[in-house]
């Protein structure tokens, strides 16, 4: 059970603690913060609800314990992360066993989790020896009427303490996708988990706490946001935020002041059916793309554009397919999972209304009980109503007939979101084209949009976000370069008459 064995110490009665200075701690406030069931609808756990205070003497021991770590060997940061890589995967189980209450997410897809978090720390301590053990070394002379007189040495140094804040439907791997690149690249890290995925994130630091990482370098503060969000965000102490959510990260971006920002926010992904496609392989990635998880993904599929010609044809391989998912309890391994509150789910609900209200084609029945929701496909949605531009995080998918590939860039580059999007056509040139004209961050050709592979690039435009993800590109953003030129004297100076003859000689 989680909080037992080797986390038994993280547990206090029936609340867990927070993680400061190398210790597991109760909040001075003398409060909590209850974590709901999304299946039962009852409490689960209970966090500790953390004062701005204890942020303070967070924050100023990530600043003294950074100060320190910057100067341990990048051998030994990369010892430390493969180490906590291993005992996270270790105990997989347990903290599998969270996610599936915390966030409702079915089993298996909990264990695959956490073992992709294990793999992705490791990634992250051998591409950091490799990137941040290399430097650059400048000559004058290659700039135009400069003569060999300057010298210049650069490096990338950290940034200082970075703020992590991962989202509830990815808990673990989208902190360690932070909290990785942080720690190699020198910097301190403090982490403020989502409510729902809160003890999972836990039971992960406490990991890396096993693992030995220094006091202070490493913190996790749990609590209201309306209590310490703000606080955290605006906290002079913050070097950098890293921000994987919705709206909120937006707020967060106006509020921050001048620190790099690295922002993976919501996202409408289009699917672009072309004529030609391959129609079992589109409603294949349509289930996978747009159901999984229950469609609690920033890179689910939210809008189907298909071409009129062939949508009577893929909405019913789509139907077909979408009456062979299962509809249940996490712990059942089910397709198809309660969604993450009960506000979630007015939510998808208040979408599906207006949705009927304004004639599109429901191709199942609407039925929810509790935050259970069914799955659903919308046909013939028109840009008049909220689905089709609004994102559900949730198990409903509209589909919007189109009579030209224009038609279908036109949608998709209307929405204010632009993370990721899809074309299917066996016709790569026409591909390439579409994908050069969708205004998002990654288009996947032929397959459904994805996060992964952890170390590919991953990255936002307009309202999805700001910057790019990538255990690479997070190490950069991370990093500050820090140049040191060394000025000689110029040779006529320095060299004078035997300077010639030297010059000669060589």
């Known amino acids: 059970m989680a909080g037992t064995g080797v986390f038994s110490e993280i547990l206090d009665g029936d609340a867990y603690k927070y993680y400061s200075d190398g210790e597991w701690r109760k909040s001075s406030s003398g409060k909590t913060v209850s974590i709901v069931n999304p299946t039962t609808r009852k409490t689960q756990y209970k966090v500790q609800a953390c004062t701005q205070e204890e942020v303070n003497k967070v924050m100023e021991l990530a600043k003294s314990a950074q100060k320190t770590w910057a100067k341990t060997p990048l051998w030994k940061r ?59 070394f400048l000559v004058s002379d290659s700039f135009p009427g400069n003569e060999r007189t300057k010298y210049c040495l650069t490096s990338k140094i950290p940034l200082g303490v970075v703020l992590a804040i991962p989202p509830f439907n990815y808990p673990v791997n989208l902190a360690v996708s932070k909290i990785g690149p942080a720690l190699i690249a020198g910097n301190s890290l403090v982490l403020k988990p989502p409510t729902q995925g809160a003890v999972s994130c836990l039971h992960m630091v406490h990991c890396f706490h096993l693992a030995g990482f220094p006091k202070g370098l490493i913190s996790c503060v749990t609590g209201k946001g309306s209590e310490i969000g703000d606080f955290l965000t605006m906290h002079p102490g913050v070097n950098c935020i890293s921000f994987t959510g919705g709206d909120t990260g937006i707020s967060i971006s106006k509020k921050a002041g001048m620190i790099p920002l690295q922002m993976e926010l919501g996202g409408k992904d289009a699917c672009i059916v072309l004529e030609d496609a391959d129609l079992d392989l589109v409603a294949a990635n349509i289930i996978k793309g747009g159901f999984s998880y229950s469609g609690q993904r920033c890179t689910a599929i939210k809008v189907v554009l298909v071409m009129e010609s062939v949508a009577d044809a893929l909405v019913e391989k789509v139907k077909a397919r979408v009456a062979k998912l299962r509809v249940g309890p996490p712990e059942d391994d089910c397709d198809i999972t309660p969604v993450v509150t009960e506000s979630s789910a007015n939510f998808i609900e208040g979408l599906v209304m207006d949705a009927k209200e304004k004639g599109a084609t429901f191709c199942q029945q609407y039925k929810r009980e509790g935050n259970l929701i069914w799955p659903l496909l919308l046909d013939n949605v028109r840009p008049d109503m909220r689905i089709a531009w609004e994102e559900p995080f949730g198990p409903i998918l509209p589909v919007i007939r189109i009579n030209s590939v224009e038609e279908g860039i036109h949608h998709c580059n209307a929405s204010n979101f632009g993370l990721q999007g899809c074309v299917f056509t066996k016709d790569i040139n026409k591909a390439v084209l579409i994908s050069d004209a969708m205004e998002t961050g990654t288009v ?42 060394i000025n000689l004297p110029s040779p006529s100076y320095s060299m004078g008459s035997s300077g010639s003859s030297i010059r000669s000689r060589i």
Do not use: W
């Open 444 to 485: 996947q050709i032929n397959s459904a949009p994805a996060r992964g592979p952890d170390h590919f690039p991953f990255q936002g435009l307009k309202d999805s976000g700001i910057g790019s993800q990538g255990i690479t590109n997070s190490i950069d953003m991370m990093t500050k370069v820090k140049t040191t030129v």
């Open 78 to 136: 990369a010892e430390l992360l493969h180490e906590a890589a291993a005992i996270l995967k270790e105990h997989k189980a347990p903290i599998a066993e969270c996610l599936i209450k915390e966030i409702a997410k079915p089993a298996k897809d909990s264990v695959t989790e956490v073992v992709r978090s294990g793999d992705l720390i490791s990634y992250t301590a051998e591409e950091g020896v490799r990137i941040l053990g290399e430097g650059k």
